[in-house]
């Protein structure tokens, strides 16, 4: 089968080529493999609260000579706002109105305070699509490899080059494909094979390589459960986490991109070269992910039993609608454990309405639970619902590192939604299949 892009002939009946080879290729102009430099076009390009200021200026920097400061393509960049919203200090207050006039006088696409976590409204509102070459300035941007792009997390001064060219360089990556197979069992999720992944190759088993997730266990995963698993490559290394597009993203993407197609193209051919890791995840238990660091997981059966301040369900990782009610069905009409915080943050506007029209935020409500807008919360420590000297967090977020969540002696353990509500229930890691 020969395949035509911008005008390239990418041939398909020579060597087998993995997708990210595929997707520089046609970023490159040209057949290229990995190892290789390319000087690639960028077709998305997301920026916010926190990276986007320095990357504005940056932009004015290498324009400083032009007549016409000109972004390359306004509609192909989006800016939102999430990490410290509604503005948590005058600083934040200030970067706000210093995109949202950027993003006004360039034309660029501008998602408000209101509108949720980056990671979350880019794939959301359609923004990205199978094939893509995606760069954002955020290290969790890898999450958008769920509909089978090329996502990959850039530096501000990275960020302002795209601005001002639509061209980034790159080293087209090598491949690690992590094949998964098996059926979950019940009360474990797609986060409890994400953190095993994780724990088992080590926060540098998959550096600089294009992350990719298949095999059965993946296949039957929702689109929801899937960005929880390409959210969290980079903290195994990887520069991309890729799913390959199947019968669940063209569903999630049709109705989302009016014009959408399904192309087959967007896989990696049988026989291409990666370094190749099985599983099978058939009597894999809940696991946590325990201080200070995101490879240091454990069974939960191993820290049951540890006394937690506070529960944050949320973030771009785990704060879908799907997660949020996991919590809300194990919950019941059951209190939040007394000397526990359980806070509750859905990932986007959209996904925040669900759990409304759901109900469940006032069941969270009468159980003594806080809910709050959509936005990163506490997930990096830069915004509200700390944590003290000494406190213990639990969290469905993606990161435990020393202070990550507030206090540099304070400890943060990771894991699924439904490990979460058990220990809302009881105050202490609880295993979700005792409940
Ligand atoms: C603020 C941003 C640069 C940072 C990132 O890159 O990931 C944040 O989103 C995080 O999760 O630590
Ligand atoms: S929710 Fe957390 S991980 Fe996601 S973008 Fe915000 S700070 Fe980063």
């Not at 980034?168 to 409890?192: A, C, M, N, Q």
């Amino acid at each position: 089968m020969n395949k035509h892009y911008a005008g390239i002939n990418m041939s398909t009946n020579n060597e087998p080529m993995t997708i990210s080879e595929k997707i520089f290729s046609k970023a490159a102009g040209k057949t290229v493999k990995a190892g290789e430099f390319v000087l690639a076009d960028i077709d998305r390009a997301m920026t916010h609260d926190i990276t986007g200021p320095l990357a504005v200026e940056g932009f004015y920097e290498i324009m400083r000579d032009k007549e016409e400061k000109k972004v390359w393509d306004p509609s192909k960049i989006v800016i939102l706002f999430d990490h410290q919203v509604p503005a948590d200090s005058l600083n934040a207050a200030q970067n706000h109105i210093m995109l949202r006039k950027f993003a006004k006088e360039q034309g660029i696409i501008n998602y408000d305070v209101y509108e949720g976590v980056c990671h979350q409204v880019m794939p959301e509102k359609g923004h990205v699509k199978p094939g893509d070459l995606v760069v954002g300035s955020d290290s969790h941007t890898c999450a958008y490899g769920s509909l089978g792009a090329f996502s990959t997390g850039i530096g501000s001064t990275d960020m302002a080059a795209v601005f001002a060219s639509g061209k980034l360089w790159f080293k087209v990556p090598e491949t690690i494909r992590f094949e998964v197979e098996g059926k979950l069992p019940e009360h474990v999720y797609s986060k409890d094979i994400i953190l095993h992944l994780i724990g088992d190759v080590g926060a540098e088993g998959a550096r600089y390589k294009a992350a990719e997730y298949a095999g059965s266990a993946i296949e039957a995963l929702s689109m929801s459960e899937r960005m929880t698993i390409s959210n969290m490559a980079i903290e195994m290394g990887g520069k991309a986490g890729i799913i390959e597009a199947d019968k669940t993203t063209e569903a999630y993407l049709k109705e989302r991109i009016p014009d959408y197609e399904f192309d087959p193209y967007w896989k990696s051919d049988e026989g291409a070269e990666c370094e190749l890791h099985k599983y099978d995840i058939s009597n894999l238990e809940p696991q946590v992910a325990c201080p200070h660091n995101v490879d240091n997981v454990k069974p939960v059966t191993e820290v049951e039993g540890t006394k937690v301040d506070q529960i944050f369900v949320g973030s771009c990782t785990n704060g879908r609608f799907e997660d949020i009610e996991v919590v809300a069905k194990m919950m019941g009409d059951e209190p939040v454990a007394k000397d526990v915080r359980l806070l509750i943050i859905p990932a986007s506007r959209t996904e925040y309405m669900k759990v409304l029209r759901a109900g469940y935020i006032e069941q969270f409500m009468e159980a003594g639970a806080m809910v709050e807008s959509p936005c990163c919360g506490p997930c990096m420590g830069g915004s509200f619902g700390l944590l003290g000297d000494g406190e213990v967090g639990l969290a469905t977020s993606n990161r435990n590192f020393k202070g990550r969540e507030g206090s540099p002696q304070s400890f943060v353990y990771l894991s699924s939604p439904a490990t979460a509500a058990a220990s809302a229930l009881t105050g202490e890691i609880t295993d979700p299949r005792k409940i």
